[in-house]
Nanobody, 127 residues
Framework: QVQLAESGGGLVQPGGSLRLSCTASGFTSDDYVIGWFRQAPGKGREGVIC????????YYKDSVEGRFTISRDNAKNTVYLQMNSLIPEDAGVYYC????????????????????WGKGTLVTVSD
């Protein structure tokens, strides 16, 4: 059974940085993408960023490109989200998500493109 466990959320001031981690277990195939969605209060989940497990296929939401970086350590089965220059609009519950490769990183932008979800970690950006 696939499990995803997030850590690293918290409170940060605007302009600050935060790093999230997601440790995955239970995959029997290497052909999947893994990344992060976020959900602001009163809004739906939106795909933020993702990376292929075995290569550098990546997806970035336009508003985070240049500020957020995703990386992975396959030896630890862990994916990292480095968030810099945070703004209040980045706040929300961040969910680690993974999905089998469907032919395009576009599927990282939509909930339907993901097959597994973590429980989420809260990121608050405020003074």
């Amino acid at each position: 059974q696939v499990q995803l466990a997030e850590s690293g959320g918290g409170l940060v001031q605007p302009g600050g940085s935060l790093r999230l981690s997601c440790t995955a277990s239970g995959f029997t195939s290497d052909d999947y993408v893994i990344g992060w969605f976020r959900q602001a209060p009163g809004k739906g989940r939106e795909g933020v960023i993702c990376i292929g497990h075995s290569d550098d296929r990546k997806y970035y939401k336009d508003s985070v490109e240049g500020r957020f970086t995703i990386s992975r350590d396959n030896a630890k089965n862990t994916v990292y989200l480095q968030m810099n220059s945070l703004i209040p609009e980045d706040a929300g519950v961040y969910y680690c998500a993974a999905g089998f490769w469907r032919g395009s990183t576009w599927f990282c932008s939509t909930e339907g493109g993901m097959d597994y979800w973590g429980k989420g970690t809260l990121v608050t950006v405020s003074d």
